[in-house]
């Protein structure tokens, strides 16, 4: 596609459901973020993907939070059994591939609220 | 491990005054370092980068110079308009494996008429 698609744009979850957040980047590129943006804490790195590999986890916040990505394209974030804390917005970036120095294309984001 | 620091907002200026958005950073080896920009309702995107010392990184009137000396990447503008409001991100690559992004915590620039 044009730019990189996230969605849903706006998830409202009761404490303890499960999500899953989508991000479809630009076609051809072969690096996929996933990031947290919380209010004050700026951007927050929580895994990578280079082809449908992971080869970077350490930023996942817990085990509730997982991660995949299929036929080197889509990929989903699932956090499991949300809490109150969860509540940030997911960025998705993407980039033509890993170690392209630095310059990373993010989609709008998706709002997550955990009530 | 790597770190970025930059000034707390928001920012509050008047149309046409002069802009300074101050970026320190703590990074192992030589990073790259990066302005990213986000409009209200958009994505991040990239405003300016640099990859090495003394290179400058210019973009739609914005500037900031990679100085090793005092690990800074400050923002200027000299002439900032209303449509400039928005959140800036300071960034750094290191190079390591994950090949991602370290980010400050954003700067609300507020242009006021």
């Known amino acids: 596609g044009a730019g990189v698609s996230q969605s849903p744009s706006n998830k409202v979850t009761e404490k303890g459901k499960d999500v899953e957040l989508r991000c479809d980047p630009i076609s051809g590129h072969t690096a996929l973020y996933w990031y947290r943006q919380s209010l004050g804490q700026g951007l927050e790195f929580l895994i990578y993907?280079?082809?449908?590999?992971?080869?970077?986890k350490s930023g996942l916040p817990s085990d509730r939070f997982s991660a995949e990505r299929t036929g080197g394209s889509v990929s989903t974030l699932t956090i499991q059994r949300t809490q109150q804390e969860d509540s940030a917005v997911y960025l998705c970036?993407?980039?033509?591939?890993?170690?392209?120095?630095?310059?990373?294309?993010f989609g709008e984001g998706s709002r997550l609220t955990v009530l | 491990g790597d770190s970025v620091t930059q000034m707390e907002g928001p920012v509050t200026l008047s149309e046409e005054a002069f802009l300074t958005i101050n970026c320190t950073y703590t990074a192992t080896g030589y990073p790259s370092l990066f302005w990213y920009v986000q409009y209200p309702g958009e994505g991040l995107q990239l405003l300016l980068k640099?990859?090495?010392?003394?290179d400058k990184g210019s973009n739609k009137g914005f500037e900031a110079t990679y100085r090793k000396e005092t690990t800074s990447f400050h923002l200027e503008k000299g002439s900032v308009q209303v449509s400039d409001s928005a959140v800036y991100f300071c960034?750094?690559?290191?190079?390591?494996?994950?090949?991602?992004?370290?980010f400050g915590k954003g700067t609300h620039l507020i242009i006021q008429p």
């Open positions: 993907f280079q082809g449908n590999s992971a080869p970077d």
């Open positions: 640099a990859t090495k010392a003394d």
């Open positions: 960034a750094l690559n290191s190079g390591g494996g994950a090949d991602g992004l370290t």
């Open positions: 970036a993407s980039s033509l591939h890993a170690g392209g120095g630095g310059e990373l294309f």
